[in-house]
């Protein structure tokens, strides 16, 4: 199986700080790696696809990278409606298994 | 823009059952696999199970595996999950979940709360 492990599980930042969130993999999933947001009482939003790629309407200040088994999201000058809990998905081995990380949550400082 | 509702959920008994659904519009369901993700309280994000675009490939975690049935009706661009012998450790927010064709989730319901009490 594999397993992917977030950190930090949480974090304090404030409104214009750059925040990075790590997501590790216990084998090596090249970039199917996927990033969401999930805001309390929201539905879950994509953000980053494959590892790097910007998903429809998301704003520029979110960007992914990295391959093999180590990820990283980045929030380049974060804002109000960016506290929330961040989560990464696998997508390599599917269809039969789609994991998620534990999640990261930004909160204000 | 992509729309998928949810219903169905409410307070349930341990061992009882409930049918989830997830209407479909402003896209072409049939195309889709599409999925069930639940968020227990306090925990994160759980894959639950998918269907292909025609229903015949289903999988699931393996928590429900032989309590949870997950289906579709493209006729009537809905997903369904059936839940049975439910258990307290199933109580969460349900969500349905339209999968891409590199399998990353791109669109969300607004979820439907389970709960699974006496």
């Known amino acids: 199986d594999i397993r992917l492990t977030q950190s930090p599980s949480s974090l304090s930042a404030s409104i214009g700080d750059r925040v990075t969130l790590t997501c590790r993999t216990n084998q090596s999933i090249a970039t199917y790696l996927n990033w969401y947001q999930h805001r309390p009482g929201k539905a879950p939003k994509l953000l980053i696809y494959?590892?790097?790629s910007l998903h429809t309407g998301v704003p520029s200040r979110f960007s992914g990278s990295g391959s093999g088994t180590d990820f990283t999201l980045t929030i380049s000058g974060l804002q109000p409606e960016d506290f929330a809990t961040y989560y990464c998905q696998q997508s390599f081995i599917t269809p039969q298994t789609l994991t998620f990380g534990g999640g990261t949550k930004v909160e204000v400082k | 823009e992509v729309d998928l509702v949810e219903s169905g959920g409410g307070l349930v008994q341990p061992g009882g059952s409930l049918r989830l659904s997830c209407a479909a519009s402003?896209?072409?369901?049939?195309?889709?696999?599409m999925n069930w993700v639940r968020q227990a309280p306090g925990k994160g994000l759980e894959w639950v199970a998918n269907i292909n675009q025609a229903g015949g490939e289903k999988y699931y975690v393996d928590s429900v595996k032989g309590r949870f049935t997950i289906s579709r009706d493209n006729a009537k661009n809905s997903l369904y999950l059936q839940m049975s012998s439910l258990r307290a450790e199933d109580t969460a927010i349900y969500y349905c979940?339209?999968?891409?064709?590199?399998?990353?989730?791109?669109?969300w319901g607004q979820g439907t709360l389970v709960t699974v009490s006496s």
């Open positions: 979940a339209r999968a891409s064709m590199m399998d990353y989730f791109d669109y």
């Open positions: 494959t590892a790097s």
């Open positions: 402003r896209f072409t369901f049939k195309n889709y696999w």
